[in-house]
């Protein structure tokens, strides 16, 4: 049971390219999300997919997109990725759902990304 | 004001120590409180979460919740160097249609020394 697997884990880009972070979860969760992780600032949410077939954006989407391929995958794209985009990212999955308290989320091991 | 403040650190405690964890959040109708384990370079992870007011234990930590004071706390009794790391507080609200929104703080570095 591998949980939630991100790739890739390092990444290096130059400033206007483009790339896909993939997630995928095998958890049977509904509820999948993309965060960012910057010193002192702890975890931003970018956007979060509810359930299959839907996304919504978090507290900082600017320069991001993201696809909920099907139930186990959740992909975010930068389109032109810039210096301030340089920051781990962070994918995570939930339940969410069943019951009316928020349930925790389990977290991919992390993507590294470096735009110069 | 952050909508989950925590104090950044370090707490430095001998081994062998309880080290008390804290943390306030601004959103009264949260509902659920969550502390995480991150080590360095390593994604967070789940230590424990608690729903209701009061104590709640789990083998050496304890989360405690005061939703009048909007205060959360973890405490971590018989330190050990291994729990050297940096804990999150999360606070939880759910929506309708299975969002559960967790917003973060920054985290408590906390280190533990022989």
């Given at each position: 049971n591998a949980g939630v697997t991100q790739t890739p884990k390092f990444q290096v880009l130059k400033t206007g390219q483009s790339m896909t972070l993939q997630c995928a979860q095998d958890m049977n969760h509904n509820s999948m999300y993309w965060y960012r992780q910057d010193p002192g600032m702890g975890l931003r949410l970018i956007y979060y997919s509810a359930s299959?077939?839907?996304?919504?954006?978090g507290e900082v989407p600017n320069g991001y997109n993201v696809s909920r391929l099907n139930k186990r995958e959740f992909s975010l794209r930068l389109e032109s990725a810039a210096p301030s985009q340089t920051s781990v990212y962070f994918c995570?999955?939930?339940d969410g759902g069943g019951g009316q308290l928020p349930s925790p989320l389990h977290f991919g091991n992390g993507t590294r990304l470096t735009v110069t | 004001q952050k909508e989950v403040e925590q104090?950044?650190?370090?707490l430095s405690v001998p081994e062998g120590a309880i080290a008390s964890l804290n943390c306030t959040?601004?959103?009264?109708?949260?509902?659920s409180f969550f502390w995480y384990r991150q080590y360095s370079g390593k994604s967070p992870e789940?230590?424990?979460?608690i729903y209701s007011n009061g104590d709640k234990e789990d083998g050496r930590f304890t989360a405690q919740l005061n939703k009048a004071s909007q205060y959360v706390s973890l405490l971590i009794r018989d330190s050990q160097p291994s729990d050297s790391a940096t804990y999150l507080c999360a606070v939880g609200s759910y929506f309708s249609g299975g969002y559960n929104k967790l917003i973060f703080g920054a985290g408590t570095r906390l280190a533990v020394h022989p």
């Open positions: 299959e077939g839907t996304t919504d954006k995570a999955s939930s | 104090n950044s650190g370090p959040y601004s959103d009264r109708g949260s509902q789940l230590i424990m979460f």
